[in-house]
């Protein structure tokens, strides 16, 4: 099943990074981090840019480290990553441009 | 190694007569309480689900006949209430999730090479908790105290002040106890395609419906949890004056919503997966080709399963979320068209790589296309929040539902049916009422509802009974109700083919459709046992029906009497050993209606006698668990020449152990459930800080710190039970797990006296809630850890037998996980 988990990996994050930056936007709001200002921006944005990074970065390694397998099974891993990666970039892009809390 | 040797062919008669004897149902009434088997209760499922949908299409032409002019008198507003309540409730609860339950009860043996499903007991559970459940559902618009709210039980509209009769528990328990259906199917589904494969089929050779069933199973044991949490928590506040929804006291409406939707989103994907599997499966073989794309269509399933779970704030764009957040939502649901667009390019690509024949369940699938690529465009315009604004509880949103669940379930559903009419009557069909059927429903339901679009676009709310000020919409409403009654009839011609082909059409012949999977590799109808001996590489299509019948396959008869099947390596197929399976009982039912005692007994207002129902359904499961052992070693099991396989009772990843794994999936999503309630409300919801806490700190710190040593201990005393099982310490072990476990529910019994009153704030009622979720777990638990005790004495533990031991472990380390996790949560808020 090894290479079941490794085809699930890309969504598994992508499902991990989305519940994670809507929880931390939550939690900021409520915390006011939009009005305490870090270098060019306020701590809101920071920390959701931070999270977001990770795991794109995170998304990227999928797809950059294939495990050797054939067929079909490496095609639903390469899928995966894939899935994760592209779903992670266009979900959460909102984070670079948008206002957080209005 | 693939190459199984085949048995030796014997007499195919002689073969099916000793596996009736012991597959078939009793007779009578009789049967109707204790059969089992897959192939009885999941037509049972169909069958009822077709009467429901009838009971909810009824109820839609009621609303068509009020809407038809300005003023209709036909309805009372409170009448209304309840009947588009109840069609939207029936139509998703009672008709949609249960057939493609039955669906997948009857046909997924058959495709994958079995005998049967992998409980076939839960299967009969399932069914009685869906009849009971759905009966009590339906009957309470007969005693005028149908659920009045709309499909989705609102918060504060359901809560117990502006609902203050028994119309929203009714909603609320009813569901719930339906929703025990839907559990039961979906761990179900889920071993039986992981674990009860033909031998060596591999995940990646299995038929597209197997895929697409495997992804509809894990979506309900995740999308059904919230649902259920909140229904609980709502029940709670109605019933106990808990306030999870209330904002004068730290709750919040919303929570509802996002609990509600969390479930109500993916439902749509649940709901249309089943049905792309049947597609995926009629299209290549009415197209005279092979489907276009396997792969790509496993990955476009797997990126639906995911992307559904991110999509459910789009039915909530118009209640003040900020925008950032409304713009992840907004591009999920646009991004869920892209593997939605693959399947459909697919079976496009596989039609136009074919020739295609337009049969009847052709024009069925022609009907889908029709209908639910505009739903889809639809949805994508919704998806746009300035749109979503404009639209919002308008017709619009009801036509472009309409449109995605008719075209993408009803459509596909029905061209099912009709291509597995054949091998469940075993007669073929009269000619001419199908197509019939066909273009009443087509013309009826696209006569409804296209107009609906425009009449929302003119502004008409959705759930009005009247719209006196408003004659612009007179026309558009007209034209839809004179249309639904052309639809009406199209659903009642379908079902009068139905029956005429089942009674009077002339016997159908082998593999009419000349399909390739192995559903049709058995003679028409289905016989009880589905296979004579189960299909190996060598007879792996529907060519092998006669090879199988004479018992050239593995398995082959029932020579020891009992109901067995194959039980595989989950990737790989390797056959790993034989599952005896349960014979029919009248156990099922008669949980069932333990079961139904508490949920009568709690809509009954009997709130203290409700814990009898509960003791009524333990005593019940109890009784499942004493027929799951053996008290001595069996010989291993001749499968085919030179592959002898133990039974089940000698191993340890059984198909129950599996079994357990996918229920703790969905029971650990109630408790993540649960801890998105904590943080949701303690973040968003008014009234925070909850007032200061004034339990007695230090007795609880020490029942907690108890409880928890107490729970620890069990999980090693587990482990070191089934490491000694074959010796006489295995029964000191379970004894000093049981009398751990005993401590840690009584630890907690003292942590329950401690706590503050759950009605004075959310929070308060929020670590009841959590302390309750771990008491239950702490009964089960302590339950598994008597029958492992029971199983120690009484000679049920061998070198190889296990008992109930792994079950006892998973259950006590998921609760011994699920406690640390609730006392973390609670610290941390105190600390925070």
Known sequence: ?102 | MTDIPPNKAQRALHLHRELDRVWADDPGLRGFFTSVNHGTIGLRFMATAFVFFAIGGVLAMLIRAQLATRKGAFLDSELYNQVFTMHGSIMMFLFAIPLLEGLALWLLPKILGARDMAFPRLSALGYFCYLFGGTTIVLSLVFGVAPDGGWFMYVPLSDKVHTPGVNADVWLLGVTFVEISAMAAAVEITVTILRCRAAHMPLTRMPLMAWYLLGTAAMMLIGFPPLILGSILLELQRAFDWPFFDVSRGGDPLLWQHLFWLFGHPEVYIIFLPAAGALSTIIPVLSRTTILGYGAIVAAILGLVFLSFGLWVHHMFTVGIPHMALAFFSAASALVAVPTAVQIFAWIGTMYGGQVQFRLPMLYIMGFFGTFVLGGLTGVMLAMVPFNWQAHDTAFVTAHLHYVLVGGFVFPMLAAVTWWMPMISGRWRISGLGETAFWLIFIGFHGTFLIMHLTGLLGMPRRVDAYPGNPEWEIPNLISSVFGMVQAMGFALFAFDMVMQWLFGRRSWRNPWHAPTLDWAMPLPAPSYNFASLPTPLHGDANAVLPLAKGQGLLPGAPRGHRETLVVDAASGRPDHVAVLARSTALPVWTAVAIGSFFGLMLAGLYWLAPLGIVATLVMVWRWGAIMGVERDLPPIDVAPGLNLPPHFHKRQTLAYTGCIAFLVADGTVFASLLFAVGFLSVIAPEWPAPGAGYRAVPMLFATAAALLSSAFVVYAARRAEGCRGAPDAAIWTRAGLCASVLALICMCGLAAGLDDPRRHSRDALRAALLGYAAVHGIVATMLALRADRDARTNRLGAERRGAIPAWRLFHQFWLTVTATGVGIVLAQEVL
């Open chain 1, 1 to 102: 099943m090894a290479w079941m988990v490794r085809a699930l990996a890309g969504p598994v994050l992508w499902a991990t990074l989305f519940s994670g930056v809507y929880a931390l936007h939550g939690l900021g709001c409520a915390r006011g981090w939009q009005q305490q200002p870090v270098l060019w921006g306020d701590l809101h944005h920071m920390a959701l840019w931070a999270l977001w990074g990770a795991g794109l970065a995170g998304h990227v390694m999928l797809v950059r480290t294939m495990p050797c397998d054939q067929g079909i099974r490496r095609w639903l891993i390469v899928a995966g990553a894939w899935i994760g990666l592209v779903s992670s970039a266009f979900t959460l892009f909102p984070v670079t441009i948008l206002s957080t809390c209005l």
